[in-house]
């Protein structure tokens, strides 16, 4: 019944796969803005333009001239562009200001590319303004020498305090991945317990009832069925994001454990909403609305690590924040299941009182 409703496919196949993409590219290392370049071609500009190449902190594009520049940033083909003029060379050379046009949209990705550029700018043009200021000698002799200027008595030392939040071997896929994963594991679940509901409407649960079938097979039966959809959610984006985007979920043991445990409270919170609800469109709109609230304020949509401390605490009310950071244990400190078992403790506390409550109630619906 999930997938006979080909929206399903979408929704739970391709649409979370899709956001891991999205989320990993946008806020990975990997990521490079692409800046359009337009001139380059005399030596001195050439030489410009290759140290924004080897900068590593952008991608770039050349492009013909400056209304094409122009054009790909107005239609986002590119971050932003730089024009170089064609006196440039010139300009350098007979110590005369040049400037260099940036032309980007008000966006915050492109206003760090600009501070980049500047920086690679100011960096490659230093000994140049350098020599301008002295214009005694040629021009070349008077760079060299300003390249190998030291300024006695200064010494820069450089110290990292403190250790990194998440370990520099943990891609933005990895934390795209997970939350990702808790979001839609619980959200279809709660969507999907409207199979549920269906099955009491067609007198599928009544005609179950009345078969020589204890009520406890019944109510194992359908928690079974509740858990299956949860298993199966999470482990198409398991597999699907290791696939394509090489994801990795720290300890198998350990991280088996908590998507089990996960999936049980996914299961136990459908199978009390299927059983308490009376329509497969209240099902829907109400599994919408606790799903995404709950994946809100548990912190998958945005880092728990950005939260507050009050809105920490307030957090570990649901079962998400539990599983985050049991999969954090697993991923930034290479934890087992040993480590996690906290975590798992809590989470079967949850699905315990979910299937508690799920079944009392379905056994009402039933009989009454």
């Known amino acids: 019944m999930l997938f006979r409703d080909r ?3 979408f929704f739970v196949v391709v ?7 999205v989320f990993g590219l946008s806020f990975g290392s990997g990521f490079s803005p692409r800046l359009g370049v337009a001139g380059g071609s005399t030596p001195l500009a050439a030489e410009l333009v290759t140290a924004l190449e080897t900068s590593g902190r952008m991608q770039v594009v050349r492009v013909g001239d400056a209304e094409e520049a122009r054009e790909g940033v107005e239609r986002g083909r590119l971050a932003a562009a730089l024009i170089i003029p064609d006196g440039y060379d010139r300009a350098l050379t007979r110590y005369v200001p040049v400037t260099l046009s940036f032309i980007s949209r008000q966006e915050p990705d492109a206003l760090q590319l600009g501070a980049a550029v500047r920086s690679v700018v100011n960096q490659v043009t230093m000994p140049a303004r350098a020599a301008a200021y002295v214009r005694e000698g040629s021009f070349d002799e008077l760079v060299r020498r300003a390249g190998q200027v ?3 008595g200064i010494a ?6 403190g250790a990194a939040t998440i370990p520099r ?4 896929f990895d934390i795209a991945a997970t939350s990702q994963l808790l979001l839609f594991t619980f959200l279809t679940s709660l969507t999907g317990a409207a199979a549920l509901i269906e099955t009491r409407r067609l007198g599928l649960s009544r005609r179950m009832y009345a078969a020589p079938v204890s009520s406890r097979t019944i109510l194992l039966g359908e928690a079974a069925g509740r858990v299956a959809v949860a298993l199966t959610q999470a482990l198409i984006i398991m597999v699907g994001s290791g696939l394509l985007f090489g994801v990795r979920w720290g300890d198998p043991l350990g991280a088996a454990a908590l998507v089990l445990a996960f999936s049980l409270v996914g299961g136990g919170a459908a199978m009390l909403l299927g059983s308490a ?3 497969g469109q209240q099902a829907v709109s109400v599994g919408l609305l606790v799903g995404l609230g709950l994946a809100a304020i548990g912190g998958t949509m945005a880092p728990i690590d950005f939260f507050p401390e009050t809105m920490r605490r307030l957090a570990h009310v649901t079962p998400h924040a539990w599983a985050l950071d049991g999969f954090a244990e697993l991923l930034r400190r290479d934890g087992t299941i ?5 975590q798992l403790g809590v989470l079967i506390a949850f699905a315990a009182i979910l299937f508690a409550l799920g079944a009392w109630r379905l056994r009402a619906a039933l009989t009454r």
């Open 7 to 9: 929206t399903n496919v």
């Open 169 to 172: 071997n943990v891609s933005s």
């Open 156 to 161: 820069v030392r450089f110290t990292a305090l």
């Open 338 to 342: 040993a480590d996690v078992l906290p």
């Open 15 to 21: 649409f979370p796969i899709v956001l891991i993409m």
């Open 150 to 152: 030291s300024v006695p």
């Open 277 to 279: 609800l009376r329509t």
